[in-house]
């Protein structure tokens, strides 16, 4: 088979490796890709959002199969346009993808269907909003409604932050479009767990859970980035909480897209706070999470191919999904600076992989026959071990024998996860 891998980070990698398991994948395209992927696959300088690009590409090159994995082109509607020229793909239609594109939609979708979530308000009006801010209980969230990169969320301590929250989104426009409209939310307390699912738009498989460290710097200090580490499974989510998750989450979800016209066939990414007052929903992403798939895909020991075409297929049910049972650590490895200013161009000493260790590459690109640092987040050291503190030991050792000028990392990736398991780390 002829695949194409829509995407250029760390989690389209990890996808790609993943798929190269099966015998299946002849040949495997990248579009764009980066420099630090070119042994797994043929990199191809498309720009994930180029949709009659992608389309073009695909029916030139007799692309049996694509996987869309970024949440933009599903926004935009790559899975319908890829759909229409024949080509069968992984990745919800954009009437699907709307679930992540619109946080209101979300919102509206959790109430109207009883699944657990903060209680919010929607805002279309800034006198509406202030007004709102004015009297409401605090901390508050004021959320862009669209896309933002992950960065349209502000957490809200006093009344004057959420108001400066709410003008800087409706009237200085700091997120673009995405804040002409806002959400409001209460703010809620628990440790977060993701849980990433595929679906087929009827049955739903959780694959294991894991954890993110999404602040840029060690003891969840500095400024939010789209990920430093994650660890799987998370200690948090247990066997009870999953199976309460899949009554009171999963399952009704997947049925009221299905109900509301917008069928979900993909990954559905559950990002859940397990408060007192039980689990709830803080965000629905319509893709696979990035740093999170690269925790999670090392220990599916079923052919992520053959899951693919099930969900593309609507056969997911009888589909075997196995996963291995053991943890893994991902450090993330950064240009110093991100998510701000950073240098680019270093170049990148990457060591030898044993079995049980995966270098997954995200901002990197190829300069003189060179791999040099292109990004903010250039690669993720992962490792996989029989236990979650001999998998974040490994990712750590892993990291040391990495080196670019500029290198940063967080030191206590997996510490919180250690702590909850009442860990000796
Ligand atoms: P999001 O981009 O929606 O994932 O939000 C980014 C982060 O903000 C989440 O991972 C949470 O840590 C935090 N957050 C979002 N919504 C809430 C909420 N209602 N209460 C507390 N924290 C929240
Ligand atoms: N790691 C969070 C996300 O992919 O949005």
């Given at each position: 088979m002829n695949i194409m891998v829509i995407g250029g980070g760390g989690r389209e990698h990890a996808i790609i490796q993943k798929l190269k398991?099966?015998?299946?994948?002849e040949k495997i395209y990248a579009l764009p890709g980066n420099g630090g992927m070119a042994g797994d696959a043929e990199c191809v300088s498309i720009a994930a959002t180029d949709i009659p690009g992608i389309v073009e590409f695909a029916k030139s090159h007799a692309v049996n199969f694509a996987v869309v994995a970024p949440d933009d082109p599903l926004v935009l509607g790559a899975v319908d346009a890829l759909n229409e020229a024949g080509i069968p793909c992984f990745g919800p239609r954009k009437n699907a993808a709307i679930i992540e594109g619109s946080k209101a939609f979300a919102k509206n979708l959790m109430k109207k269907y009883g699944i657990p979530t903060a209680a919010y308000e929607v805002f279309d009006q800034l006198d509406e909003a202030l007004a709102y801010v004015a009297a409401c209980p605090l901390p508050t969230v004021v959320k862009a409604d669209g896309l933002a990169l992950g960065k349209g969320v502000l957490i809200c301590e006093t009344r004057e932050a959420a108001r400066e929250a709410v003008l800087s989104m409706m009237e200085s426009r700091r997120f673009g479009e995405s804040g002409t409209r806002v959400v409001i939310e209460e703010f809620l307390t628990g440790p977060e767990v993701s849980v990433l699912a595929f679906t087929d738009g009827e049955a739903v498989v959780p694959m294991t859970s894991s954890m993110d460290h999404k602040r840029a710097l060690d003891g969840d200090k500095g400024l939010n980035t789209g990920g430093m580490g994650t660890v799987a499974p998370n200690p948090c989510y247990t066997a009870g909480m999953a199976e309460r998750c899949m009554e009171e989450i999963f399952l009704p979800t997947i049925r009221a897209m299905k109900t509301e016209g917008r069928p979900f066939q993909g990954c559905l990414y559950f990002g859940l706070m397990l408060t007192a007052n039980g689990p709830k929903v803080i965000e629905y992403n319509c893709r696979f999470g990035d740093p999170e798939t690269q925790v999670v895909l090392p220990l599916l020991e079923s052919s992520l191919l053959e899951v693919m075409l099930a969900v593309a297929e609507g056969r997911l049910a009888e589909t075997e999904v196995r996963f291995s049972g053991k943890a893994s650590c991902c450090v993330i490895m950064a240009s110093r600076g991100y998510p701000e200013h950073y240098e680019k161009g270093f170049a990148i000493t990457l060591p030898e992989t044993g079995e049980n260790e995966r270098i997954y590459i995200a901002g990197a690109a190829q300069k003189d026959g060179q791999l040099v640092t292109n990004g903010g987040r250039v690669l993720g050291a992962v490792a996989v071990a029989e236990s979650l503190p001999a998998a974040v030991q490994g990712a750590y050792a892993l990291a040391d024998k990495i080196h670019f000028d500029n290198a940063y990392c967080r030191r206590d990736i997996g510490r919180r996860a250690l702590e909850a398991m009442g860990g000796t780390n």
């Amino acid at each position: 088979m002829n695949i194409m891998v829509i995407g250029g980070g760390g989690r389209e990698h990890a996808i790609i490796q993943k798929l190269k398991e099966d015998p299946r994948a002849e040949k495997i395209y990248a579009l764009p890709g980066n420099g630090g992927m070119a042994g797994d696959a043929e990199c191809v300088s498309i720009a994930a959002t180029d949709i009659p690009g992608i389309v073009e590409f695909a029916k030139s090159h007799a692309v049996n199969f694509a996987v869309v994995a970024p949440d933009d082109p599903l926004v935009l509607g790559a899975v319908d346009a890829l759909n229409e020229a024949g080509i069968p793909c992984f990745g919800p239609r954009k009437n699907a993808a709307i679930i992540e594109g619109s946080k209101a939609f979300a919102k509206n979708l959790m109430k109207k269907y009883g699944i657990p979530t903060a209680a919010y308000e929607v805002f279309d009006q800034l006198d509406e909003a202030l007004a709102y801010v004015a009297a409401c209980p605090l901390p508050t969230v004021v959320k862009a409604d669209g896309l933002a990169l992950g960065k349209g969320v502000l957490i809200c301590e006093t009344r004057e932050a959420a108001r400066e929250a709410v003008l800087s989104m409706m009237e200085s426009r700091r997120f673009g479009e995405s804040g002409t409209r806002v959400v409001i939310e209460e703010f809620l307390t628990g440790p977060e767990v993701s849980v990433l699912a595929f679906t087929d738009g009827e049955a739903v498989v959780p694959m294991t859970s894991s954890m993110d460290h999404k602040r840029a710097l060690d003891g969840d200090k500095g400024l939010n980035t789209g990920g430093m580490g994650t660890v799987a499974p998370n200690p948090c989510y247990t066997a009870g909480m999953a199976e309460r998750c899949m009554e009171e989450i999963f399952l009704p979800t997947i049925r009221a897209m299905k109900t509301e016209g917008r069928p979900f066939q993909g990954c559905l990414y559950f990002g859940l706070m397990l408060t007192a007052n039980g689990p709830k929903v803080i965000e629905y992403n319509c893709r696979f999470g990035d740093p999170e798939t690269q925790v999670v895909l090392p220990l599916l020991e079923s052919s992520l191919l053959e899951v693919m075409l099930a969900v593309a297929e609507g056969r997911l049910a009888e589909t075997e999904v196995r996963f291995s049972g053991k943890a893994s650590c991902c450090v993330i490895m950064a240009s110093r600076g991100y998510p701000e200013h950073y240098e680019k161009g270093f170049a990148i000493t990457l060591p030898e992989t044993g079995e049980n260790e995966r270098i997954y590459i995200a901002g990197a690109a190829q300069k003189d026959g060179q791999l040099v640092t292109n990004g903010g987040r250039v690669l993720g050291a992962v490792a996989v071990a029989e236990s979650l503190p001999a998998a974040v030991q490994g990712a750590y050792a892993l990291a040391d024998k990495i080196h670019f000028d500029n290198a940063y990392c967080r030191r206590d990736i997996g510490r919180r996860a250690l702590e909850a398991m009442g860990g000796t780390n």
